[in-house]
């Protein structure tokens, strides 16, 4: 254990009614780390987060809100002042009870279902959430939904000006550049999908209503836990926006490891969702909207022009451009059968 990982996770503990008996280090990425302590009422986690005190306490108040709701999340233990962070030389941290379980896996096709009810309860346990007195809502994308795609779009666009008249082209960008119109063109159905008096309504509702996001549920954030729950964790991105979001990053995580959309996998996918948090058959059609978006291409090129992942040699950015077309490429046709079939996951029989 590295003695300044020590100290740091000693003056922490310093500030609660615990005492360390081990430490154990977890993750470091510089402004975020996570430790395992053992101490005299057994173990915590504490986390360091990149955060200023306002997005600390709506994430605190949100994690409240949503275990009073029935959602399995580890509690915040407050130092002893009350707070539920402490602050040390200009970084915060924020110690949690430890869960034990583990991840579940998107190849189990039970635990798959139990990641969709469960991000459904969370969804169903977030409506109605305001942020307690003095405390902004620290991210509002419901707002953001056409700016965010018209700006994705328009630099697909610059890119693919750029990379046409570059001399130095690689097999990279021979491979954007082969594919690059049908991503563009599916960018211009998404937004013209959300030319919908039906996508204004529901951000209306929502407005008044709130309800979160969480942006990142899948594997890595959940445990089920020993008693049988599923256990989320990770709260640091929740968002005000339409579940719709969730949705989308879920059934592309999970078909982008097949390379490949299957229709009978995503009705099972919502079907389990609609058990628990049921959507209209309108608003199905905002799903399909953000799913046309051609999200995983553009997050794969923007990765490679962007330099967000300099430890990638050109062969891995290659690999995995091509495997972000295979799937982006067979979704078309399966979400045109899924709309023409809603009616088996709005009215099971």
């Given at each position: 254990m590295?003695t300044s990982?020590?100290?740091v996770?000693?003056?922490?503990?310093?500030?609660?009614p615990?005492k360390?008996?081990?430490?154990?280090?977890?993750?470091n990425?510089?402004k975020?780390a996570v430790?395992?302590?053992?101490?005299n009422?057994g173990?915590?986690?504490?986390?360091?987060?990149?955060f200023d005190?306002?997005?600390?306490?709506?994430?605190?108040?949100?994690?409240?809100y949503?275990?009073?709701n029935?959602i399995?999340?580890?509690?915040?233990i407050?130092?002893?002042?009350g707070?539920?962070?402490?602050?040390?030389?200009d970084?915060?941290?924020v110690v949690?009870e430890?869960?034990?379980?583990r991840?579940?896996?998107?190849?189990?096709?039970?635990?798959l279902?139990?990641?969709m009810?469960?991000m459904?309860?969370?969804?169903?346990a977030?409506?109605?959430?305001?942020?307690?007195?003095?405390?902004?809502?620290?991210?509002?994308?419901?707002?953001?939904?056409?700016k965010?795609?018209?700006?994705?779009?328009?630099?697909?666009i610059?890119?693919?000006?750029?990379r046409?008249?570059?001399?130095?082209?690689?097999?990279?960008?021979?491979?954007?550049?082969?594919h690059?119109?049908?991503?563009?063109?599916?960018?211009?159905?998404?937004?013209?999908?959300?030319?919908n008096?039906?996508f204004d309504k529901?951000v209306?509702?929502?407005?008044?209503?709130?309800?979160?996001c969480?942006?990142?549920?899948?594997?890595?954030?959940?445990?089920?836990g020993?008693?049988?729950?599923?256990?989320v964790f990770?709260?640091?991105?929740?968002t005000?926006?339409?579940?719709?979001?969730d949705?989308?990053?879920?059934?592309?995580?999970?078909?982008?490891k097949?390379?490949?959309?299957?229709?009978?996998?995503?009705?099972?996918?919502?079907k389990?969702?609609?058990?628990?948090?049921?959507?209209?058959?309108?608003q199905y059609?905002?799903?399909?909207?953000?799913?046309?978006f051609?999200h995983?291409f553009?997050g794969?090129?923007?990765?490679?022009y962007e330099k967000?992942?300099?430890k990638?040699?050109?062969e891995?950015?290659?690999?995995k451009?091509?495997d972000?077309?295979?799937?982006?490429?067979?979704?078309e046709?399966v979400l045109?059968?899924?709309l023409?079939?809603?009616?088996?996951?709005?009215?099971?029989?």
């Amino acid at each position: 254990m590295d003695t300044s990982f020590a100290e740091v996770v000693n003056r922490v503990i310093s500030h609660y009614p615990l005492k360390v008996e081990k430490v154990y280090l977890l993750t470091n990425k510089g402004k975020k780390a996570v430790w395992s302590i053992e101490t005299n009422i057994g173990e915590v986690i504490i986390k360091k987060v990149p955060f200023d005190e306002n997005h600390i306490e709506f994430m605190i108040h949100a994690i409240n809100y949503l275990r009073d709701n029935g959602i399995h999340t580890p509690g915040v233990i407050k130092n002893n002042s009350g707070k539920g962070y402490v602050k040390l030389d200009d970084e915060y941290f924020v110690v949690f009870e430890a869960v034990y379980g583990r991840s579940p896996e998107y190849e189990h096709e039970d635990e798959l279902l139990m990641i969709m009810r469960g991000m459904a309860a969370f969804h169903q346990a977030s409506k109605g959430i305001e942020s307690p007195p003095k405390v902004r809502f620290p991210s509002f994308l419901l707002l953001k939904w056409k700016k965010n795609m018209r700006k994705m779009y328009g630099k697909l666009i610059r890119y693919k000006e750029q990379r046409s008249v570059a001399n130095d082209k690689n097999e990279f960008d021979h491979l954007f550049l082969k594919h690059v119109d049908t991503f563009i063109k599916q960018c211009e159905t998404a937004l013209s999908m959300l030319n919908n008096p039906e996508f204004d309504k529901w951000v209306e509702e929502t407005i008044k209503n709130k309800s979160l996001c969480h942006q990142d549920y899948a594997a890595a954030n959940l445990v089920i836990g020993r008693d049988g729950n599923l256990y989320v964790f990770d709260m640091d991105s929740l968002t005000v926006d339409l579940p719709v979001r969730d949705i989308r990053k879920i059934l592309n995580k999970v078909m982008k490891k097949q390379t490949a959309w299957d229709q009978q996998l995503m009705m099972k996918m919502m079907k389990a969702y609609q058990e628990i948090n049921p959507l209209k058959k309108e608003q199905y059609q905002i799903l399909a909207a953000d799913i046309y978006f051609p999200h995983l291409f553009y997050g794969q090129v923007t990765k490679y022009y962007e330099k967000r992942d300099q430890k990638w040699a050109l062969e891995k950015h290659i690999s995995k451009l091509n495997d972000m077309i295979a799937t982006e490429l067979t979704k078309e046709t399966v979400l045109q059968n899924f709309l023409n079939q809603i009616d088996e996951v709005i009215l099971p029989e």
